[in-house]
C-alpha cells in the first residue's frame, strides 16, 4: 500500500494589490559630492540624469525603510496584515548578515508569523520577488505575499570614488501580491552573467576589513562595461518579457526600469521604440539608484502622479551585480 503526499495547488492567476514606499530623510544635491571626486553638478546630470538623491540619517536602516514601505502597500491592498503569509525582502544592505531583515519587517507590519526570508539580487531583487511571490501563490504555498526591495547604499559609498558613489541613494518599495481573477503578473524573463561578477560589486570583503586588510568595503563598478551590457543585452531581456507576455510595446501603459541612469532609460525607450503614450519611470533625477528599491518607488511615483495608469500594463526590467538580470510584464493596481 503506497501512501500519496498531499499536494496542494493554488490560483491560476496573481497580481499586485498596492504598492507602498519609504524615501531618505534628506535630499542631497550634486553640488554636496563634487569636491571629493573632483566634478560638477552639469558632469553628473550629463551622465547620469541625477539632479539630487534622497539618503538616509545615519540611525535609519534598510529595516527601517522596509517596514515603512511594506506598511503602506499593506494599509493600501486592502489584505489585513494577519492575512499575509510570506514576506519576501530584496537587499544587499542588511545591517547584519543574520537575521534576515524580512522576519523583523514581518513583525513589525503585523504579519508574524509568515514565511520570511532575504535574497541577494541586487538592482534585480525587486522583479525577483515578484516572480517568487506570482510562483509562491500559484503553487499554493502562499495565499499573500508582500515583496519589498529596500536599500540604504550611503552605508557602502566611499565619497572619492569616481565610478558610482554619486549614483546612489536610500529607500524602499514594496508590493503586495495576492490571488486574481485575471493574469496580473507575466513570466519572469531572468537569469544570469557571473562570468562579469567583477564589472559592480563591493570592493573587499569583511574578513579583510576585519583583519585590517583592506578599508571598509564599498560599491564600485566598471561604467562602461556595465552601461553596455545593460544597453545592448537588458533591451533584448525587455523584448523577451514583452514576447512571453503575448504584448507590443504600444500596448504598455508604462515602462519602469531599473533607475540605474537617465542615459540607460533614454537608450532603452529608443530601442523598445516606446510610443509617446507610454509613461516613463524617472524617478532617478530626485531619488539616485536605490539597487533593488528603484523599481517599486519608481512605480509608486508613477501611480501617484499619473492615477490614469491604474489597471494598464507595465514592463519592468531590474538589472545589476551578479550580473544578474529579471523582466516581466505586470497590471498596475
Known amino acids: 500500500m503506497s501512501i500519496t503526499i498531499t499536494q496542494p495547488t493554488g490560483p491560476a492567476h496573481t497580481r499586485i494589490y498596492a504598492y507602498g514606499a519609504a524615501r531618505g530623510e534628506n535630499f542631497v544635491p550634486n553640488d554636496d559630492l563634487i569636491g571629493p571626486i573632483d566634478s560638477s553638478d552639469e558632469w553628473i546630470r550629463q551622465r547620469t540624469g541625477i539632479v539630487t538623491r534622497v539618503r538616509a540619517n545615519a540611525e535609519t536602516t534598510a529595516i527601517d525603510l522596509a517596514a515603512d514601505a511594506a506598511a503602506e502597500a499593506v494599509a493600501r491592498s486592502g ?17 547584519k548578515q543574520t537575521p534576515s531583515v524580512s522576519a ?26 515578484v516572480a517568487q ?21 550611503s552605508d557602502v559609498v566611499d565619497p572619492t570614488d569616481r565610478s558610482i558613489s554619486f ?5 524602499a518599495g ?26 559592480v560589486g563591493m570592493n573587499h570583503t569583511l574578513t579583510e576589513f576585519r583583519d585590517g586588510l583592506a578599508p571598509w568595503p564599498t560599491l564600485r563598478q566598471e561604467g562602461p562595461t556595465v552601461f553596455r551590457w545593460a544597453v545592448w543585452e537588458m533591451v533584448k531581456v525587455a523584448r523577451q518579457a514583452l514576447d512571453a507576455a503575448g504584448i507590443e510595446a504600444s500596448d504598455l501603459a508604462a515602462f519602469v526600469p531599473h533607475q540605474a541612469n537617465m542615459r ?4 532603452f525607450a529608443k530601442q523598445l521604440k516606446l510610443p509617446d503614450s507610454v509613461v516613463i519611470g524617472r524617478d532617478i ?15 509608486h511615483r508613477l501611480l501617484e502622479e499619473h492615477p490614469e495608469l491604474s489597471g494598464g500594463l507595465a514592463l519592468q526590467i531590474g538589472f545589476g551585480a551578479g550580473l544578474v538580470f529579471g523582466a516581466q510584464v505586470v497590471v498596475l493596481p
Open 79 to 95: 489584505v489585513a496584515a494577519d492575512q499575509i503569509d510570506a514576506v519576501i525582502v530584496a537587499t544587499i544592505s542588511n545591517p
Open 133 to 153: 511571490a506570482d510562483a509562491l501563490i500559484r503553487a499554493g504555498a502562499a495565499h499573500y505575499v508582500v515583496v519589498v526591495g529596500a536599500e540604504k547604499l
Open 174 to 199: 514594496a508590493a503586495v501580491v495576492g490571488p486574481s481573477e485575471f493574469p496580473g503578473i507575466g513570466p519572469t524573463i531572468w537569469g544570469s552573467d557571473g562570468s562579469k561578477a567583477e564589472a
Open 104 to 129: 523583523i519587517v514581518a513583525d513589525r507590519i503585523g504579519s508574524n508569523p509568515a514565511a520570511a526570508y532575504d535574497l541577494n539580487a541586487a538592482c534585480a531583487g525587486f522583479a525577483y520577488g
Open 167 to 171: 549614483l546612489l541613494g536610500d529607500g
Open 264 to 267: 540607460i532609460i533614454d537608450e
Open 285 to 299: 533625477e530626485t531619488t539616485g539608484n536605490t539597487s533593488a528599491a528603484s523599481i517599486p518607488l519608481a512605480t
